[in-house]
């Protein structure tokens, strides 16, 4: 596969970010890269519905990245499955978790690209922590209703495999997140801990947690799992003042939502809200919320759309 380098003096250096992927219908343009599979940017009339990293670069604070072959926490990266302990590398050391999967930083292969779809899939081998062989797959299409994607995970292995799997985009209308108008049509939310690690699920009704029907962000500090999100729930950001909005339409497999207000993005902080469809709660490998047990040639496939409104 060809990969993107750039001259310097000494040679060819390959980008940090692999190759660009760039995608285009009507109004809409986004742009896939092949490390992580990441989602770049997406626009719509040249206006962000994502904050991504710059050009090229390596891709900060997970932005647009796929999660697989689990989101967000393992905490002390250990987990019992199938009889046995498995310990996973501790990659937010920090907090002493595993974090974001096992995908982020390898270079996917380029199945299909046209001028509106790009199908990307990565080989995940037995490893420490994880010793389940997946074919992965990350699939973005830009139609007139926005940008699709579908993640799918097939076991090619012999033994059933735990699975969860989510997408990191951070949904801008390019004014600061606490002047903006969320809805989130989730019934329920965890209560974390200082690791990132979720309490049991409990409603949000009659809490300061509930976006179920508009109202503004705020000042409130958010790093935290909606669940009873059903398929065809969307969230909305929305600027009050110009009517910009970005939607996240939740179609197959995703019935959670992590959202983030980057309170701890250096320099970037509360600039624009992590809205994560994500199909099980952080830690799903020790609780077993809504984990997905993947038999052997099982396929797993989730999906939702991003989507604007420009406004005035």
């Known amino acids: 596969m060809p990969t993107l380098a750039i001259l310097c003096q000494g040679g060819l250096v390959r980008t940090a970010a692999g190759l660009p992927l760039p995608l285009v219908h009507g109004p809409y343009r ?22 991504g990293s710059d050009p090229g670069v390596m891709c900060q604070s997970y932005r647009g990245g796929v999660m697989m072959p689990w989101a967000n926490r393992v905490g002390d990266g250990g987990y019992d499955f199938g009889g046995r302990h498995l310990q996973l590398a501790l990659s937010e050391p920090a907090k002493h978790n595993a974090i974001h999967g096992l995908v ?7 199945a299909e690209h046209t001028a509106d779809h790009v199908r990307l899939t990565y080989e995940l081998q037995p490893q420490t922590g994880y010793p389940w062989p997946l074919d992965l797959e990350a699939d973005y299409r830009l139609d007139d209703d926005g940008l699709t994607t579908t993640l799918s995970a097939t076991n090619v ?26 809805t989130l049509p989730a019934s329920t939310w965890c209560a974390m801990d200082d690791r990132g690690l979720p309490s049991p699920a409990q409603p949000v009704a009659d809490t300061a947690y509930d976006y179920r029907a508009p109202r503004p962000v705020g000042d409130i500090v958010l790093d935290h799992p909606y669940g009873g999100v059903a398929d065809g729930a969307t969230a909305v950001l929305a600027d ?5 909005e970005v939607h996240l339409t939740v179609h197959e497999g995703c019935g959670w ?56």
């Open 240 to 244: 009050p003042d110009t009517g910009r």
């Open 157 to 182: 292995g012999t033994e059933a495999a735990p699975y969860a799997t989510g997408l990191h985009p951070y949904l801008t209308v390019d004014r600061r997140v606490d002047e903006c108008v969320l």
């Open 30 to 51: 986004a742009e896939v890269v092949t490390v992580g599979a990441c989602l770049r940017t997406l626009t719509r009339d040249d206006l962000d519905l994502v904050a």
């Open 104 to 110: 982020h930083w390898v270079a996917w292969q380029v």
């Open 257 to 312: 939502l992590h959202v983030f207000t980057g309170d701890t993005i250096a320099g970037r902080e509360r600039e624009a809200l992590a809205v994560e469809p994500t199909t099980a709660p952080p830690d799903s490998f020790r609780s077993g919320v809504d984990l997905t047990v993947l038999a052997p040639g099982a396929t797993h496939r989730a999906s939702f759309t991003i989507s604007g409104v420009t406004g005035s």
